[in-house]
């Protein structure tokens, strides 16, 4: 179940948002520029909610399934014990199938 998230926590989410980018970059050199300018743009928590709604894995999560950097994904933050409460349960539901779709395993 989705909570009403403080400022602190959409301001620190969206931080950790904006860490998936450079993370990302600099374990694989991989830059989800889109990626950047929406969280940028909306918001980290909005962002994620909005790239959940959509259908399909996105290319940007295909990319870091080829290079091994899905631990570093939006998914798995979002999925994080420390953020989850920001999500609904589909929200969260989206995440985990994404991931196992590409056989990553969350972990615990």
């Known amino acids: 179940m989705t909570a009403m998230a403080t400022t602190t926590e959409t ?3 969206h931080l950790e948002m904006r860490n998936v980018y450079f993370s990302v970059q600099r374990v694989s050199g991989y830059r989800a520029t889109r990626f950047l300018q929406l969280v940028d743009r909306i918001g ?3 962002a994620a909610k909005r790239l959940l709604s959509a259908g399909d894995i996105s290319n940007g999560l295909t990319e870091l399934c080829l290079k091994g950097c899905l631990q570093h994904s939006m998914e798995c933050l979002v999925l994080d014990k420390k953020w989850r409460h920001l999500f609904t349960d589909d929200q969260l539901a989206t995440a985990q199938r994404r991931l196992e779709q590409l056989h990553y395993r969350v972990p615990a």
């Open 11 to 13: 301001k620190a989410f």
């Open 44 to 46: 980290g928590l909005e």
